[in-house]
């Protein structure tokens, strides 16, 4: 992976401690819709009304950064929330020798895990990824 990017480093300095209280309140939920959202985040709806965005908050400049998956969400609306894990992904260089970073997201419920890949085109200077979990209103 490259350096990693001034988004990234401010988020390791400041700590994830609301990220995790806010994933953690949502486990066990049942999920009533789960969406990707058109800003890239991954959008949890609960049978309790709470809702949840996970996505990457490691954005400093000149990248772009986006979220895909090839599951099939709709499936899991109905199981419980269980846990979530980030796993590093693959590094390569585009067609312009810029480098492309994954980080695979894995999101285990009651019907089993589906896998987000999170993006980062960048230049060189703005790698690594910042996942994190908010409450939405």
């Known amino acids: 992976m490259s350096q990693l990017g001034m988004g990234v480093m401010l988020g390791m300095l400041a ?3 609301r990220s995790v209280d806010t994933f953690t309140e949502a486990m066990n939920k049942t999920i009533t819709s789960l969406l990707l959202t058109e800003n890239d985040a991954l959008r949890f709806e609960f049978d ?10 490691g954005q400093s ?8 998956t090839d599951d099939d969400l709709d499936y899991y609306v109905g199981s419980k929330l269980l846990s979530a894990e980030t796993k590093e992904g693959p590094s390569e260089d585009d067609q312009w020798g810029e480098p492309h970073d994954v980080e695979f997201l894995e999101v285990e419920t009651s019907k089993g895990v ?16 910042s996942i994190r979990a908010r409450a939405i209103a």
């Not at 309790?48 to 908050?57: A, M, N, P, R, T």
């Not at 400049?61 to 895909?68: K, S």
């Open 15 to 17: 700590g994830n401690q």
């Open 48 to 57: 309790d009304g709470s809702k949840i965005e996970l996505f990457d908050d």
């Open 61 to 68: 400049c000149c990248e772009n950064r986006y979220m895909r």
């Open 114 to 129: 589906f896998t987000m890949a999170s993006h980062n085109e960048h230049n060189g200077h703005y790698g690594g990824f």
